[in-house]
């Protein structure tokens, strides 16, 4: 055969190879695109809003025993009528409802008052504590950083250690209302079921003293907690006495749950 033939033959064989490449690379592009028709939208990271979160900031209550509680909440620690159970974290806030011993122990106190602790008292208790005492009187109010702290009225009508000599006197001593972040904790004292407490409104968690004898007893209590209606109690300041009767017939009804604590146990409300 002619070299010339040979050379025309070469450059159509060329020529249909070079067509066949081309003709699969058209194919195989041709589905990619088909392909990425069907994927979702590929989305970029953004940058994360500055906005910051806000959690619901809970609030923790530790039973230490009789009337004793330490409460943390809004970056504070707050101990109530400091008497039994274990001192160790330092107190932003210790609040005394009145000045008998089993509320008001001054070597707790002093373990764990700082320069800046605000105590907050009834006046007669000044001389005991000793340093600057805050004092308010029933409807009086002060704000703690985010916690305000109101004074109500705590005193017995019914039970006296002498014949027109109760053991806590109008006067003596006063309950404690806790606001915190819309929930409202009430710290009742040594106290009878007094007039003032169905006027109390939004009542979150009611701590009320249940031992008898010097403050109300497990049926006074069921009475309070019916007339108040907390959305927790614990009863506190029992003594000896056994508290099962108060969840018992609190619970029959459906406004409040009733938390039986034991000392060094703790509620957390979210």
């Known amino acids: ?3 010339s033939e040979k050379k025309g033959i070469g450059q159509g064989g060329n020529l249909k190879l070079i067509l066949g490449i081309v003709l699969v690379a ?3 592009g041709a589905g ?7 994927q979702p939208p590929q989305v970029r990271p953004t940058t ?3 906005t910051p979160i806000t959690k619901t900031a809970s609030i923790v209550v530790k039973w230490l025993g009789h009337a004793s509680f330490m409460i943390k909440a809004a970056g504070k620690t707050i101990y109530t009528d400091p008497y039994v159970g274990e001192y160790v974290d330092k107190a932003d806030i210790i609040l005394v409802s009145h000045s008998h011993s089993d509320h008001m122990n001054t070597t707790y106190i002093n373990k764990v008052r700082r320069d800046d602790t605000v105590i907050i008292a009834p006046a007669n208790c000044a001389a005991k504590i000793g340093g600057t005492i805050k004092s308010l009187k029933p409807g009086e109010k002060t704000t703690v950083g985010e916690i305000v702290v109101e004074a109500v009225e705590a005193y017995n009508f019914k039970r006296f250690q002498s014949p027109g000599n ?3 006197p109008k006067g003596f001593g006063v309950g404690y209302l806790l606001t915190i972040g819309g929930k409202i904790i009430y710290h009742a004292g040594d106290t009878d079921f007094i007039d003032e407490m169905k006027t109390l409104k939004g009542i979150h968690l009611a701590l009320l003293p249940s031992g008898g004898t010097y403050t109300m007893d497990n049926p006074e209590v069921v009475e309070a907690t019916l ?3 907390p959305k927790f109690l614990i009863p506190m300041h029992r003594w000896d006495t056994d508290p099962s009767s108060i969840k018992k017939e609190v619970e029959a009804k459906p ?3 009733v938390l039986l604590l034991k000392p060094g146990e703790q509620f957390e409300i979210e």
Request: no cysteine; charged share 10%; proline share 12%.
């Open 255 to 257: 406004d409040t749950k």
């Open 48 to 50: 994360p809003a500055t």
């Open 166 to 168: 109760p053991y806590h």
């Open 1 to 3: 055969m002619p070299i």
């Open 26 to 28: 058209v194919v195989a």
């Open 32 to 38: 990619y695109y088909a392909y990425q028709a069907t």
């Open 227 to 229: 007339a108040i209606k």
